[in-house]
Antibody, heavy 117, light 110 residues
Framework: QVQLQESGPGLVKPSETLSLTCSVS????????WSWIRQPPGKGLEWIGN???????KYNPSLKSRVTISVDTSKNQFSLKLSSVAAADTALYYC???????????WGQGTTVTVSS | QSVLTQPPSVSAAPGQKVTFSCSGS????????VSWYQQLPGTAPKLLIY???KRPSGIPDRFSGSKSGTSATLGITGLQTGDEADYYC???????????FGGGTKLTVL
């Protein structure tokens, strides 16, 4: 059974870069699309972007100038970098695996990132 | 303000049927597939329906999905108190070139 685990700093200073990694266990990262999704406290879900195991990426236009998603198939991981963070980037960040034409069947437990000095 | 519109809340009694609406446009629901998620308090979202009407293994047939035009609907029959959660729809928006979520609907089982 595939499991995802997010990891990274829980506190990031304003204007710095948020970096998270999603480790895939129980299955291979190859031949799938993988997404990052976030949820600000008390609010709804926002799609950040995705990557295929080949490295092909798509980003939410609202974040595109600040987002980089990369994949490391040798480590069975993919990563998120979000630059120039502000308080509005404080959220619970999830990684998820795609299924079908647009669905997410496996989710990590999420990791909370707070942007504060 | 979300691209996909969902009512903020819905309520129903145990054993009853409830439906959740998700309204979009020709650039998102009108031409792409919709999936639905249940988010219990303090937990990650759980996939209920993908590709408009497909249930992943392990999801009971109490849950159903449909799509018509630029709207999609999630249905739950035989409501249980354990179904109290937030429910989200999501699809791809071809104009925005982005995945778009609805704002979510909170289900209260009275």
């Amino acid at each position: 059974q595939v499991q995802l685990q997010e990891s990274g700093p829980g506190l990031v200073k304003p204007s710095e870069t948020l970096s998270l990694t999603c480790s895939v266990s129980g299955g291979s990262i190859t031949n799938y699309y993988w997404s990052w999704i976030r949820q600000p406290p008390g609010k709804g879900l926002e799609w950040i972007g995705n990557t295929h195991s080949t490295g092909n990426t798509k980003y939410n236009p609202s974040l595109k100038s600040r987002v980089t998603i990369s994949v490391d198939t040798s480590k069975n991981q993919f990563s998120l970098k979000l630059s120039s963070v502000a308080a509005a980037d404080t959220a619970l960040y999830y990684c998820a695996r795609h299924i079908g034409r647009w669905g997410f069947d496996v989710w990590g437990q999420g990791t909370t990132v707070t942007v504060s000095s | 303000q979300s691209v996909l519109t969902q009512p903020p809340s819905v309520s129903a009694a145990p054993g009853q049927k409830v439906t959740f609406s998700c309204s979009g446009s020709s650039s998102n629901i009108g031409k792409n597939y919709v999936s639905w998620y249940q988010q219990l308090p303090g937990t990650a979202p759980k996939l209920l329906i993908y590709d408009n009407d497909k249930r992943p293994s392990g999801i009971p047939d109490r849950f159903s999905g449909s799509k018509s035009g630029t709207s999609a609907t999630l249905g739950i029959t035989g409501l249980q108190t354990g179904d109290e959660a937030d429910y989200y729809c999501v699809t791809w928006d071809s104009s925005l070139s982005a995945g778009v979520f609805g704002g979510g609907t909170k289900l209260t089982v009275l």
